[in-house]
């Protein structure tokens, strides 16, 4: 299985960039994984919110195929513990499933036709984020998913 992390917009904070690029490297010895920035809008000061996660939408859906399992990084998703972070991706990787497309949308969040393309939401916390550290705070936590799956000792519980 193959993973794709898509996130709206460049990530300008060197620090946090350095931890993405980290973390990237280190899943990338579990599975293939891409990290993959779709570009700013321009002239979104011009648009409403709508228009603007609308437009965001449409670059998001044409990343993703229909074999895809696609699931969002959403306040509102399902919230788990690390263990159980873990497991969840455990059935993803045993389900055969080709491709496991995430997603960190913008600040207004997603288009109801991303959300109607996705099998599942899940929620880091129910704090709210940058959407640049939220990045580097998820490439953690997959990495330690893969960690606790291998039984490495990275994760103390």
């Not at 670059?59 to 895809?68: F, H, S």
Request: charged share 25%.
């Amino acid at each position: 299985m193959s993973i794709e992390l898509i996130v709206i917009g460049k990530t300008d904070m060197k620090e946090v960039s350095s931890l993405i690029e980290m973390y990237a490297r280190r899943i990338n010895f579990y599975c293939k994984f891409t990290f993959t920035t779709l570009p700013d809008l321009r002239n979104n000061k011009k648009m409403s919110t709508q228009q603007q996660s609308q437009l965001e939408g449409e670059a998001i859906l044409r990343q993703i195929t229909d074999g895809d399992y696609v699931v969002l990084l959403d306040e509102h998703g399902d919230e788990m513990r690390s263990l159980e972070f873990a497991e969840w991706m455990q059935k993803r990787l045993n389900s055969g499933m080709k491709r496991l497309v995430l997603v960190i949308g913008g600040p207004y969040g997603f288009s109801e036709e991303v959300y109607r393309r996705a099998n599942g939401k899940v929620s880091l916390s129910k704090m709210t984020f940058s959407h640049q550290i939220v990045r580097a705070i998820f490439l953690e936590q997959l990495y330690r998913a893969f960690t606790i799956l291998h039984n490495e000792p990275y994760h103390h519980e």
